[in-house]
């Protein structure tokens, strides 16, 4: 079966670096995805990996490895509105997105 | 700015009840999908299409049926609702010709059944 695994909650303290990782095991590989969800609203994209490596914008990066069916988000400086879910997820062989259950991050002062 | 609208946004109705919860997007965006999200667990895709009168089935079996008779408008429909249909329901869209494009939500319909 198809399996996106990934923390379900984390605590960081404003200012500070926090690294979300994601673990897959899906049907084949087309990249993979980040996006963060507010509560009580709708997803909205982070970031798409797709070759190994680190891709960064902004304050977020996000790292990718195909041989290790891993990824990770890296927050840096994280402010009290980084408080949200992260759902990572990942583009099958049949180009199906196939979604982890998300990882609630709580920013503390 | 992501230009897609669901409506409504919250429901409240009694069994057997028929609803539509319409999706509409301004972006042209041929790929339109519609999701199922309980709290705290992943998005699980009902229906999609790629394009118009084109319609698939996701891979959450469900009692819905979906239409796409233009571009713009991706409606979900209820024939008899259940309780075990409360949930929050995201339409999305994607303009991607190689699927790697990411997907435009709106802000979701929260049905609860009675």
């Known amino acids: 079966g198809q399996n996106i695994d990934q923390p379900t909650e984390m605590t960081a303290t404003e200012g500070a670096i926090v690294q979300i990782n994601c673990t897959y095991q899906t049907s084949g590989f087309n990249g993979l995805f980040w996006y963060q969800q507010h509560a009580g609203e709708a997803p909205t994209f982070l970031s798409y990996?797709?070759l190994d490596g680190l891709e960064e914008k902004g304050r977020f990066s996000s790292f990718l490895s195909r041989s290790k069916g891993y990824s990770y988000l890296l927050l840096k400086e994280l402010q009290m509105k980084d408080s949200a879910s992260y759902l990572c997820?990942?583009?099958?062989?049949?180009?199906?997105?196939?979604w982890g259950a998300g990882t609630k991050l709580i920013i503390k002062p | 700015e992501a230009d897609i609208y669901q409506t409504p946004r919250y429901l409240v109705i009694g069994t057997g009840k028929k609803i539509t919860l319409e999706c509409s997007q301004t972006m042209g965006h041929d790929k339109m999908y519609w999701y199922q999200q309980d709290p705290g667990m992943e998005l699980h895709l009902i229906h999609y299409?790629?394009?118009?009168?084109?319609?698939e089935k996701g891979d959450l079996s469900s009692e819905s049926t979906v239409s796409r008779i233009r571009t713009e408008h991706f409606p979900l429909t209820l024939e008899s609702a259940r309780p075990s249909h409360t949930s929050q329901y995201l339409c999305?869209?994607?303009?991607?010709?190689?699927?790697?494009?990411?997907?435009?939500f709106g802000e979701g319909s929260r049905l609860t059944v009675l």
């Open positions: 990996n797709v």
């Open positions: 999305a869209s994607s303009e991607s010709s190689d699927h790697t494009g990411e997907l435009f």
């Open positions: 299409s790629y394009g118009v009168n084109s319609t």
């Open positions: 997820a990942v583009m099958d062989s049949n180009y199906q997105l196939i």
